[in-house]
Antibody, heavy 125, light 110 residues
Framework: QVQLVESGGGVVQPGRSLRLSCAAS????????MHWVRQAPGKGLEWVTL????????YYVDSVKGRFTISRDNSQNTLYLQVNSLRAEDTAVYYC??????????????????WGQGTTVTVSS | QSVLTQPPSASGTPGQRVTISCSGS????????VNWYQQLPGTAPKLLIY???QRPSGVPDRFSGSKSGASASLAISGLQPEDEADYYC???????????FGGGTKLTVL
């Protein structure tokens, strides 16, 4: 079955960096776009970033542009999120999620179907 | 302030029918399909409805979705205690070039 397992979260000081990982299994990873979505404590879902199946196209929410970088290794079935210059407002559970399609530009965007269990990032001094 | 607007709360008694609305604009719901997600307490979100009205395998047919113009709705019929959860709508926004979520609706089964 499709499975996504995030790791890499933790407690980090403001201004520092982390790299989140998401190990995928049970599907052809290289055929699907992948997302990161976060949820601050007691708040709703906030979409963060999307990468297309081939890694050539990336999209970000404005609040993380220039600080977060999404990437993928299709040979290792792994999705990454490099988070730099962390702020208190980045404190959240970070979920990786599989897209229903390839997520390439110019084509219909399908959105998230399967989600991981999340990894918690806490930014605090 | 979320791009998509949902009521913060909804409620119903077991067996009742409840609807949750999601209002957007021409750049998101008006020109793209809508997905709905269910998040049970302490768990990851789960896809409930995709492409406005399609149910993934395993989702009971008590859950249905619809879309008209720049608005969408999720209906839950035959409400059950286990339906108590947060529900989110989502759509791609052509102008922002990003996915947008509603603020979420907390459903209480009385």
């Amino acid at each position: 079955q499709v499975q996504l397992v995030e790791s890499g979260g933790g407690v980090v000081q403001p201004g520092r960096s982390l790299r989140l990982s998401c190990a995928a299994s049970g599907f052809t990873f290289s055929s699907y776009g992948m997302h990161w979505v976060r949820q601050a404590p007691g708040k709703g879902l906030e979409w963060v970033t999307l990468i297309s199946d081939d890694g050539n196209n990336k999209y970000y929410v404005d609040s993380v542009k220039g600080r977060f970088t999404i990437s993928r290794d299709n040979s290792q079935n792994t999705l990454y999120l490099q988070v730099n210059s962390l702020r208190a407002e980045d404190t959240a559970v970070y979920y990786c999620a599989k897209d229903r399609g390839a997520a390439r530009p110019g084509y219909r965007q399908y959105g998230m179907d399967v989600w991981g269990q999340g990894t918690t990032v806490t930014v605090s001094s | 302030q979320s791009v998509l607007t949902q009521p913060p709360s909804a409620s119903g008694t077991p067996g009742q029918r409840v609807t949750i609305s999601c209002s957007g604009s021409s750049s998101n719901i008006g020109s793209n399909t809508v997905n709905w997600y269910q998040q049970l307490p302490g768990t990851a979100p789960k896809l409930l409805i995709y492409s406005n009205s399609q149910r993934p395998s395993g989702v009971p047919d008590r859950f249905s979705g619809s879309k008209s113009g720049a608005s969408a709705s999720l209906a839950i019929s035959g409400l059950q205690p286990e339906d108590e959860a947060d529900y989110y709508c989502a759509a791609w926004d052509d102008n922002l070039k990003c996915w947008v979520f509603g603020g979420g609706t907390k459903l209480t089964v009385l």
